[in-house]
């Protein structure tokens, strides 16, 4: 029987949801406007105020956004775009945990020498054989302590007094907790973890409310950096990471294109250098904005911007080609972007992972992935959700050990690493699977 998979990105999958509205949905007051360059912003005297989220590019604030970008007329802009909605879906559902499909038995107790969490025996990825070698990885390491990297997870939130998650948690170290004042005058108050785009002062200000209400966020940052060694739950793929939680998404998933180029920009600007992004949509209504700022923030902050490729196939029958059926952001064309394919226990292509020769990047273990959620609690779910995390705890521990490594070298060690696959090669350009021991092997060698 074909497992009900998980994921922000379920697609067609979801009954009751679609992926294309009859009527597309944008916010009424928001209008994003792209001047050409050395321009500054167009005046209107619809414009009510103004922010500027890249160079060149504004957010504006309007009584009518219909109005004003008929209106708009210069040779200085570049392109107007209306701020759109991702379209509500329902969210996902977890999944018990199933040993048979894990294969349990590949896991050996040698494998555990490095880790004393509870239940480290439920992370199949962590395995040689079909997942990314973590085991081993972890039992030759270079012989100098990685340097620590904030991985920012922009998602629905995060339960950071989670018993995994409370020690790994990024803290502002500019801002003084409750005092309500912007410390570091960074536009923000309180904003000890991170920032929430969807819950908003009357300025419009973002909050600092990023406790999860849906445990999407959590599971993911589990994934990622779940605290080692600590006799409890799991272990996430790196030990070096602290999670900056960005809750962007809504539990209906129907979060603006603003609430996620905000994010980013957040993100960038206190020293993320790897982003998650575990959502999308299968519409991008012709605008490049979300685009832009990946460019931008790969070219001025050095960030990675990992995507999870979508869950709208039906394989192995009817493969979702993210080439020809664009999904985004993960078929933008962004270099500093790192594009993920889900695999299986077995090695397999999971039968509801989109594909692409041209625009995903590789797969990782993303098939009943047991991890954390809210409440001291743990689950299993799948999904290209659950595959990109692994894949930012694995760039996470190359860049730590490799600082010096540009964007591109990061994506190049990883790309070129793979453990290759027949099944892949024509699905993926890596044509492979992630493998930290072979990345921390292939980043050396780039580094020199």
Request: with cysteine; glycine share 8%.
């Amino acid at each position: 029987m074909m497992k009900i998979t998980t994921g922000i990105l379920m697609g067609l999958l979801i009954l009751g949801t679609t992926a294309h509205a009859a009527h597309e949905r944008y916010h009424p007051n928001h209008l994003f406007i792209k001047m050409k360059e050395g321009k500054g912003l167009v005046k209107s005297p619809l414009i009510t105020s103004s922010r500027e989220i890249i160079d060149g590019l504004y957010l504006v604030n309007t009584p009518n956004a219909d109005t004003l970008s008929q209106t708009l007329n210069s040779n200085a802009i570049e392109y107007v775009e209306k701020d759109y909605y991702a379209g509500k879906k329902s969210m996902p559902k977890l999944e018990a945990f199933d040993p048979i499909e894990l294969q349990i038995k590949s896991i050996t107790n040698l494998d555990f020498l490095n880790f004393n969490d509870r239940y480290v025996n439920k992370l199949w990825a962590f395995n040689g054989e079909f997942g990314m070698d973590v085991f081993k990885a972890y039992a030759s390491l270079p012989n100098w302590a990685p340097e620590e990297i904030i991985v920012a997870v922009v998602d629905t939130g995060v339960d950071h007094n989670h018993e995994d998650l409370k020690d790994v948690m990024w803290i502002n170290p500019g801002e003084i907790p409750g005092d309500g004042i912007d410390n570091d005058n960074n536009g923000y108050i309180d904003d000890i973890h991170g920032i929430n785009t969807i819950d908003r002062d009357q300025n419009g200000r973002a909050s600092s409310n990023t406790m999860a209400s849906h445990w999407h966020g959590t599971h993911v940052s589990g994934t990622i950096a779940a605290t080692q060694n600590n006799g409890v739950g799991i272990a996430g793929v790196a030990n070096n990471v602290k999670i900056m939680a960005l809750r962007t998404v809504p539990d209906n998933s129907d979060e603006l294109d603003s609430n996620v180029v905000e994010s980013f920009k957040y993100a960038a600007k206190n020293g993320a250098k790897i982003i998650n992004c575990s959502f999308g949509k299968s519409k991008n209504e012709g605008g490049m904005v979300v685009r832009d700022v990946i460019n931008e923030i790969g070219k001025k902050y050095g960030v990675l911007v990992v995507v999870s490729s979508g869950n709208d196939s039906w394989g192995p029958f009817n493969w979702q080609d993210n080439d020809t059926n664009l999904k985004y952001p993960a078929s933008f064309d962004s270099p500093n972007m790192l594009v993920i394919a889900s695999s299986t226990s077995a090695g397999k292509l999971s039968n509801f992972s989109n594909i692409g020769k041209l625009t995903v990047d590789v797969a990782a273990p993303g098939s009943n992935i047991y991890s954390t959620i809210n409440g001291n609690g743990y689950s299993s779910a799948s999904g290209t959700s659950m595959a990109a995390p692994n894949a930012s705890g694995v760039a996470a521990m190359v860049l730590g050990y490799y600082p010096q490594l540009s964007v591109d070298g990061l994506k190049e060690a990883i790309t070129s690493s793979v453990v290759k696959s027949a099944e892949f090669s024509d699905k993926m350009t890596s044509g492979g699977r992630i493998n930290l021991k072979a990345a921390l092997k292939k980043a050396k060698h780039l580094e020199k």
